[in-house]
T-cell receptor, first 115, second 117 residues
Framework: AQKITQTQPGMFVQEKEAVTLDCTYDTSDQSYGLFWYKQPSSGEMIFLIYQGSYDEQNATEGRYSLNFQKARKSANLVISASQLGDSAMYFCAMSVNTGGFKTIFGAGTRLFVKA | EAQVTQNPRYLITVTGKKLTVTCSQNMNHEYMSWYRQDPGLGLRQIYYSMNVEVTDKGDVPEGYKVSRKEKRNFPLILESPSPNQTSLYFC????????????????FGEGSRLTVL
């Protein structure tokens, strides 16, 4: 069965430092997409970054990068130079073809950025 | 403005009283989906739709119905709500990923907080 595991319920990081949020996934499919979303305290869901399973290079979007290790089935999010506005819940997700396209989310990691 | 609109945003209802949460998108997306968010569980997919008249179950479909009669609309129906359906609900839509491996980024509505007494 497909599954996303985020083992860090909460994390603290000092402003301007880098932080890594862990995500491991489980699927027997070879073709899948991996995503990270941010949910601030206001509640909306914001797309951050995407990695396709056949992408050979790690995805980057501004201060966000996705450390994709396919053999280890991990898709960690790295936020460089943390800002106070990065304090939020972060969700790792996977889109897989199960006949249709399901999207599976992890339980999330709450990040706190300290001034 | 490109958006996904859900209504109502907040609702308190009683057990057994049928309700519908509407969802509409103006981006001509083929894929639409419903999720519920509960503390410690992340988002769980209820139903999704690959196109008009094509719907399929997600991981937690029990107690819910959907329909996709038009491309832009994807309502979620709770025929007989129960307290365990108290949750935050999100509708989302998407194009296909650039590499066609699955859905692209999901565009979410603002969420609908439902309380069933």
């Amino acid at each position: 069965a497909q599954k996303i595991t985020q083992t860090q319920p909460g994390m603290f990081v000092q402003e301007k430092e880098a932080v890594t949020l862990d995500c491991t996934y489980d699927t027997s499919d070879q073709s899948y997409g991996l995503f990270w979303y941010k949910q601030p305290s206001s509640g909306e869901m914001i797309f951050l970054i995407y990695q396709g399973s056949y992408d050979e290079q790690n995805a980057t979007e501004g201060r966000y990068s996705l450390n994709f290790q396919k053999a280890r089935k991990s898709a960690n999010l790295v936020i460089s130079a943390s800002q106070l506005g990065d304090s939020a819940m972060y969700f790792c997700a996977m889109s897989v073809n199960t006949g249709g396209f399901k999207t599976i989310f992890g339980a999330g990691t709450r990040l706190f950025v300290k001034a | 403005e490109a958006q996904v609109t859900q209504n109502p945003r907040y609702l308190i209802t009683v057990t057994g009283k049928k309700l519908t949460v509407t969802c509409s998108q103006n981006m001509n997306h083929e894929y639409m989906s419903w999720y519920r968010q509960d503390p410690g569980l992340g988002l769980r997919q209820i139903y999704y739709s690959m196109n008009v008249e094509v719907t399929d179950k997600g991981d937690v479909p029990e107690g819910y119905k959907v329909s996709r009669k038009e491309k832009r609309n994807f309502p979620l129906i709770l025929e007989s709500p129960s307290p365990n359906q108290t949750s935050l609900y999100f509708c989302a839509s998407s194009l296909w990923a650039r590499d066609r491996l699955g859905t692209g980024e999901l565009f979410f509505g603002e969420g609908s907080r439902l309380t069933v007494l």
